[in-house]
C-alpha cells in the first residue's frame, strides 16, 4: 500500500512560484509512475503533469507546460512540482498520485493511490 501527502500549498501572489511537495510514506518501491493533478472550484479534477518515478521522462499539460517542472529526490522519497509565473487560473486543490503500471498518465483512471490534496490559492 502507497501513502502519499502533499506539501507546500498555501496563498501566492500572481506572477510568483510554488513549489509542492509529494513525499511517499510507504510503498514506493511499487511505484512506477508519479502523477500530479489539480481541482478548480466548480471543475472536474485535471491533469497537470507526470513523470516516471525512477527516470527521466516527465509530461506536462498545455496550461503549465513551459512554467513547470516535476522533480524527484529518491533519496527523501519525495516528489515536486514547482509551477512559474502563477496566474489566477492556478487556483485549485493540487494532488498527487501513484501507479504501478504504465496506463496513460492523463488519466485519473490510470492511477492506483491518491494523497489528499493541498489548496493553492493565487492572489492578484
Known amino acids: 500500500q502507497v501513502q502519499l501527502e502533499e506539501f507546500g500549498g498555501g496563498v501566492v501572489q500572481a506572477g510568483s512560484s510554488v513549489r509542492l511537495s509529494c513525499k511517499v510514506s510507504e510503498g514506493g518501491y511499487t511505484m512506477y509512475q508519479v502523477g500530479w493533478f489539480r481541482q478548480a472550484p466548480g471543475k472536474e479534477r485535471e491533469f497537470v503533469a507526470a513523470?516516471?518515478?525512477?527516470?527521466?521522462?516527465?509530461y506536462y499539460s498545455d496550461s503549465v507546460r513551459g512554467r513547470c517542472t516535476f522533480t524527484r529526490d529518491l533519496a527523501k522519497s519525495t516528489g515536486y512540482l514547482q509551477i512559474n509565473n502563477l496566474k489566477p487560473d492556478d487556483t485549485a486543490v493540487y494532488y498527487c498520485?501513484?501507479?504501478?503500471?504504465?496506463?496513460?498518465?492523463?488519466?485519473?483512471?490510470?492511477?492506483?493511490?491518491w494523497g489528499q490534496g493541498t489548496q493553492v490559492t493565487i492572489s492578484a
Open positions: 513523470g516516471t518515478w525512477r527516470g527521466q521522462n516527465t
Open positions: 498520485a501513484a501507479q504501478q503500471d504504465s496506463y496513460d498518465w492523463r488519466l485519473e483512471s490510470s492511477y492506483d493511490w
